[in-house]
Each structure stands twice: as C-alpha cells, then as structure tokens.
C-alpha cells in the first residue's frame, strides 16, 4: 500500500512539475491559430478593390474586431462594437493589424504581437514565416521562411517571467 501511495506521489509530482511544459505549448498554439486567423479574417473583411484602406493600425485593428474579424480566444479590450478597441495576446501584449504599402498603395498588411515570450518567439516566428512575405522579429527583417536558427539569434530572453519580444508578419496578399 505503501509504495502504491508513493508511486501515485511521485507521478502527481512529475505531471505537476511538466505542467508548465504542456500550457506553454497550448499557449503557443493558441496565438499560432490567432495570428493566422486575424490574417484569413483580415483579407476577407478588411480588402476593398485590392488595398486596404486605413490610416494606422489603430483604425484597421478597431475595425476588423468591429467586424467580428477578432478571434473568439483573443482578449479584446474595450466595446468590440466601437471600432477603437484593441486586441491582446495570451501574454498580456498588444496584438495590431496595420495597413502595409507597396509600389505606392497599401496592398498588404502586417500583423505585431508584442510581449512574446523567448520560447514562443522561436516558434511563432519559424512556423507563421511560412505564411507570410516577411517576418521581423525585433525589428530584424527577414523575406520569407525564418529557420529556427535565425529565431533563436533574433528572439530575446524574457525579463523574469515574462515575454520581451515584438514579431511583425508581412503579407502582400
């Protein structure tokens, strides 16, 4: 009876002390479907006659959540109905979409997520590069796919518990 109790003891430990482990990649998957969602959502609600026309990602971000181009799981501060509220990630930082211009008119837009942790920046930033033109990960650009090598020397430790870096993803489409 004994070492029964001390079996189940040591697996409650160890599923206790991996915990961490499985929210974190439930997080990390959680803002991979966000982010790519905003951008499916954002090209289908937000695209007239081929540009997007909106002056800041104040605008363009209030008005796709105005929409319902927002995803369900996201934060959304303020009325969703205003067309000025804001959307944030599961870290806590702001998440904008914003009109990007090319050969003179605003065909694309990029979509920024800050506050990301180092474990998910190396993440989001090699997987989500492979659905979009640009990934910048702290302001290092880079066209087309991230490798996990350039994420891991771009994306920045975190600041005790929490995330320090700012990814932008680029579409032209």
């Not at 090209?43 to 605008?59: H, I, P, S, V």
């Not at 009325?79 to 959307?87: E, I, K, M, Q, V």
């Not at 998910?120 to 990960?137: D, M, N, W, Y």
Request: charged content about 10%; overall charge positive.
């Amino acid at each position: 009876m004994v070492i029964v109790l001390a079996v189940i003891a040591i697996a409650a430990i160890t599923i206790f002390l991996n915990a961490g482990g499985l929210f974190g990649k439930n997080d990390i998957n959680a803002e991979m479907s966000n982010t790519q969602e905003i951008a499916v959502n954002t090209r289908r609600l937000l695209k007239d006659n081929g540009l997007y026309t909106f002056n800041n990602a104040t605008d363009m971000t209030g008005t796709l959540i105005k929409f319902g181009g927002a995803p369900g799981s996201m934060s959304v501060i303020g009325a969703r109905d205003s067309g000025t509220a804001t959307l944030q990630n599961i870290w806590s930082g702001a998440v904008t979409v914003e009109p990007a211009t090319a050969a003179g008119g605003k065909t694309g837009f990029t979509v920024t997520t800050n506050l990301v942790p180092m474990t998910a920046c190396t993440t989001l930033a090699s997987k989500l590069s492979q659905s979009f033109g640009e990934t910048a990960i702290n302001g290092s650009k880079t066209v087309g796919i991230v490798n996990s090598a350039t994420a891991g020397a771009q994306c920045t430790k975190d600041n005790g518990s929490a995330g320090t870096n700012t990814l932008r993803f680029t579409s032209m489409t």
